[in-house]
Nanobody, 113 residues
Framework: VQVVESGGGLVQPGGSLTLSCTAS????????LGWYRQAPGKERELVAR???????NYADSVKGRFTISRDNAKNTVYLQMNRLKPEDTAVYYC????????WGQGTQVTVSS
C-alpha cells in the first residue's frame, strides 16, 4: 500500500492551495479518507474526512474554508484550502482507513507573507 501526498508549498495569507493524495494497493472506493495536520510542537489533528459514501466532516477551525473531495476513478482525495491563515501552517498528512490505517509521508504547507 502506498499513500502519497502532493501540492504543498508556500502561500500568502488569504491565498489558496489544493492538496492531492493518491493511494494505491487498496480498494480505494471502500476506504474512508482523511486529511490531518501537525504543526511544530503540536499534536496531529484531524482537518477533514470523507467516508466511502462521500459524507464529509471538518474541524471547526477550517469549516467554510476547506473542502475535501474524492475521485474514486483516480484513487485520489483532494483538500481545497481557501482563505488560508498563518495558523494553517503545518505538515499535512493523508490517511486511508477501514480495517487498517495507512498514512502518507506528509506535505508541508506554509502560510506566510
Amino acid at each position: 500500500v502506498q499513500v502519497v501526498e502532493s501540492g504543498g508549498g508556500l502561500v500568502q495569507p488569504g491565498g489558496s492551495l489544493t492538496l492531492s493524495c493518491t493511494a494505491s494497493g487498496i480498494t480505494f472506493e471502500i476506504y474512508h479518507l482523511g486529511w490531518y495536520r501537525q504543526a511544530p510542537g503540536k499534536e496531529r489533528e484531524l482537518v477533514a474526512r470523507i467516508t466511502s459514501g462521500a459524507i464529509t466532516n471538518y474541524a471547526d477551525s477550517v469549516k467554510g474554508r476547506f473542502t475535501i473531495s474524492r475521485d474514486n476513478a483516480k484513487n485520489t482525495v483532494y483538500l481545497q484550502m481557501n482563505r488560508l491563515k498563518p495558523e494553517d501552517t503545518a505538515v499535512y498528512y493523508c490517511n486511508a482507513y477501514l480495517f487498517s490505517k495507512y498514512w502518507g509521508q506528509g506535505t508541508q504547507v506554509t502560510v506566510s507573507s
